[in-house]
T-cell receptor, first 121, second 112 residues
Framework: GAVVSQHPSRVICKSGTSVKIECRSL??????MFWYRQFPKQSLMLMAT?????????EQGVEKDKFLINHASLTLSTLTVTSAHPEDSSFYIC?????????????????FGPGTRLTVL | RKEVEQDPGPFNVPEGATVAFNCTYS??????FFWYRQDCRKEPKLLMS???SGNEDGRFTAQLNRASQYISLLIRDSKLSDSATYLC?????????????FGQGTTLQVKP
């Protein structure tokens, strides 16, 4: 089956530092990846859509200058949390949509990474 | 109003019980509907898609009522391994962009 990896799985950092999280599709290509955030006992909240070769689109209320997204290849998207603060501590999860034959995306199928648990001290 | 609403539970049931979860969504233009399962501190995993005619996968049955904007999941003969949080998920809008909106989740605890 389709596998998506995230790295690191867990990170603890000091307030004010930046943290980069990688999301990789291991056995398929993905022109579109999504970044979610989940606070304890809450649902996953879509943060942004990462598009290979173009700018990410952010959901309302998500600061694009704070959460930098780069999707430089068909198998890798990165999320950088800049100047992290304790309130950014959360579970960050990515998902990837496979590219089907013909170059279209499988809109109804997404594969999720295992998540990255960020703790900002 | 939340885009996808679920009763958070928890639902505590004995093994072998039948349990039903409900979910409502606010965007009438939504086209795709899913149930995901999430275990503690893990990523969500697709349980099943939900089709207009209703669909079944083993002990799991999903129903969709577009008129009422209501989705349900029925689990028969509950197993201990069914203990998890069940997430109702809807795509945002009619354009099928792939943007998924997750409900808060309903927690199920199956007891021996």
């Amino acid at each position: 089956g389709a596998v998506v990896s995230q790295h690191p799985s867990r990170v603890i950092c000091k307030s004010g530092t930046s943290v980069k999280i990688e999301c990789r599709s291991l056995d398929f290509q993905a022109t579109t990846m999504f970044w979610y955030r989940q606070f304890p006992k809450q649902s996953l909240m879509l943060m942004a859509t990462s598009n290979e070769g173009s700018k990410a689109t952010y959901e309302q209320g998500v600061e694009k200058d704070k959460f930098l997204i780069n999707h430089a290849s068909l198998t890798l998207s990165t999320l950088t949390v800049t100047s992290a603060h304790p309130e950014d501590s959360s579970f960050y999860i990515c998902s990837a949509q496979p590219v089907l034959a013909g170059g279209t995306s499988s809109y109804n199928e997404q594969f999720f990474g295992p998540g990255t648990r960020l703790t900002v001290l | 109003r939340k885009e996808v609403e679920q009763d958070p539970g928890p639902f505590n049931v004995p093994e072998g019980a039948t349990v039903a979860f409900n979910c409502t969504y606010s965007n009438s233009a939504s086209q795709s509907f899913f149930w995901y399962r999430q275990d503690c501190r893990k990523e969500p995993k697709l349980l099943m898609s939900v089709y207009s005619s209703g669909n079944e996968d083993g002990r799991f049955t999903a129903q969709l009522n577009r008129a009422s904007q209501y989705i349900s999941l029925l689990i028969r003969d509950s197993k201990l391994s069914d203990s998890a949080t069940y997430l109702c998920v809807v795509n945002r809008g009619s354009s099928n962009t792939g943007k998924l909106i997750f409900g808060q989740g309903t927690t199920l605890q199956v007891k021996p």
